[in-house]
């Protein structure tokens, strides 16, 4: 008798803990599903394209009907808040800079102002006879991926004024080399087509 209980016993407790697996396994699962999903809606725009925060090396971002290489890639840290700059193949140093600001994506195409030795400074800035408002700077940490022409860690300081229509200037020192200054042009969402490098291949 007290052995056919044991036995009883046993198969009772095989059976809760099959039932418990099954819904912890379960629960994994729509986890899993649930985390899926959320990353896939991140890098998703509202209308079902790839967003500009999935861009990587090798990807094709098309802007304004022109289809444009990402041969390198910075990823900036400033306390915790990140950011990217895409530079993309040309012979003009252009870069697409991709910043998610609590849901707020801003995506500003950048070009280099060659032989610049103009300097951040002061509540205003003018090139070219247009006035640039004075809006933040700081210092970041960045890594590399892809070719870019810059180490592949490193620091850098950054100061970002705003002109007429949104319109940008922007300087990077990296490290300890001198100032650098672009001017940038804020993009629309439908301005930006992301094709990915896997679709492709």
């Known amino acids: 008798m007290v052995v056919v209980v044991i036995v009883v016993l046993v198969v009772a407790l095989a059976a809760v803990a099959v039932v418990v ?7 994994r699962t729509r986890e899993a599903r649930g985390r899926q999903h959320a990353a896939t ?13 999935a861009i990587t090396v090798g990807d094709v971002v098309n ?7 990402v041969v ?4 900036y840290d400033e306390d915790g808040f990140q950011w990217l700059e ?13 910043e998610d600001d609590e849901g707020v994506l ?7 102002v ?44 950054y100061a ?14 990296f490290t300890s080399g001198s100032w650098e200054m672009a001017t940038g042009v804020v993009l629309a969402p439908a301005e930006v087509t992301v094709w990915a490098r896997s679709a492709g291949a």
């Open 21 to 27: 697996a099954a819904r912890i396994s379960a629960r």
């Open 41 to 53: 809606a991140a890098v998703m725009t509202p209308d079902g394209r790839l967003s500009p925060v």
């Open 63 to 69: 802007i304004k009907g022109t289809d444009n290489l």
């Open 72 to 75: 390198g890639s910075v990823r």
């Open 86 to 98: 895409h530079l993309l193949e040309d012979t003009e140093r252009t870069w697409l800079s991709v």
């Open 106 to 112: 801003e995506t500003v195409l950048w070009r280099q």
């Open 114 to 157: 060659k032989g610049s030795t103009q300097e951040p400074g002061g509540a205003e800035v003018s090139l070219d006879g247009v006035t640039y408002a004075f809006q933040e700077r700081g210092r970041a940490a960045y890594s590399t991926s892809g070719s870019t022409g810059l180490p592949a860690h490193g620091h850098m300081e």
């Open 160 to 173: 970002d004024y705003v002109g007429p229509d949104g319109h940008r200037l922007g300087f990077e020192r």
